[in-house]
């Protein structure tokens, strides 16, 4: 491995690990807020399921769309 690998390669994790924490603690602040949501949004279970979805799949997408992108 040359030198500079290693520096980009550092580079890399650290950004992923960066994402991963900044995802982690977007779904906790969500999983906390769900009951004031449904409060005050008067919504269902359904409304919050989907409400929930619609937040966390933007997060996940780049992991399904990395493998084709090039």
């Not at 994402?19 to 409060?39: C, H, M, N, W």
């Not at 989907?50 to 493998?67: D, E, L, M, N, Y």
């Amino acid at each position: 491995m040359l030198p500079g690998d290693d520096r980009a390669a550092r580079r890399v994790l650290t950004v992923c690990l960066a994402a991963g924490a900044t995802t982690l603690l977007d779904q906790s602040v969500l999983s906390i807020a769900v009951p004031a949501l449904r409060q005050s949004l008067s919504a269902g279970a359904t409304d919050v399921q989907w409400i929930v979805a619609a937040t966390r799949w933007p997060s996940g997408s780049p992991c399904w769309a990395a493998p084709w992108r090039r």
